[in-house]
């Protein structure tokens, strides 16, 4: 079982930036890929980036890189998502998830970001950008 919780949304001015936190409390972290996914008004949630509990290696949306910046720190059971040049388009909902390792397809880009792939959910911080 892993339980999710994000932090760190607001309302920040178009070119700042944001760092986000997802703790994470599960029995072990190499089990364990976890991701970020977004969610703006009418559309469809979007995986942004993702991170291995084992080996840490990362995965970015095309749309984000270059801005965003996926992390852990297993010591303090964290997965951070730093995003600089905020946008507009930025806003949403921003979830942190969690699936398991050995579940998750490897694409070309990494692992997946198909939601449908993620079992695991925290409850979302919202993300505002507007000057």
């Known amino acids: 079982q892993v339980q999710l919780v994000e932090s760190g949304g607001g309302l920040v001015h178009p070119g700042g930036s944001l760092r986000l936190s997802c703790a994470v409390s599960a029995a072990t972290w190499d089990y364990y890929v976890i991701a970020w996914f977004r969610q703006a008004p009418g559309k469809e949630r979007e995986g942004v980036s993702c991170i291995s509990g084992s080996d840490g290696s990362t995965t970015y949306a095309r749309s984000v890189k270059g801005r965003f910046t996926i992390s852990r720190d297993q010591a303090k059971n964290t997965v951070t998502l730093q995003i600089k040049d905020l946008k507009a388009e930025d806003t949403a909902i921003y979830y942190c998830?969690?699936?398991?390792?050995?579940?998750?397809?490897?694409?070309?880009?990494?692992?997946?970001?198909?939601?449908?792939?993620?079992?695991?959910w925290g409850q979302g911080t919202q993300l505002t950008v507007s000057s």
């Open positions: 998830a969690a699936a398991s390792t050995l579940r998750l397809r490897a694409t070309m880009e990494g692992f997946s970001l198909d939601p449908s792939e993620y079992g695991y």
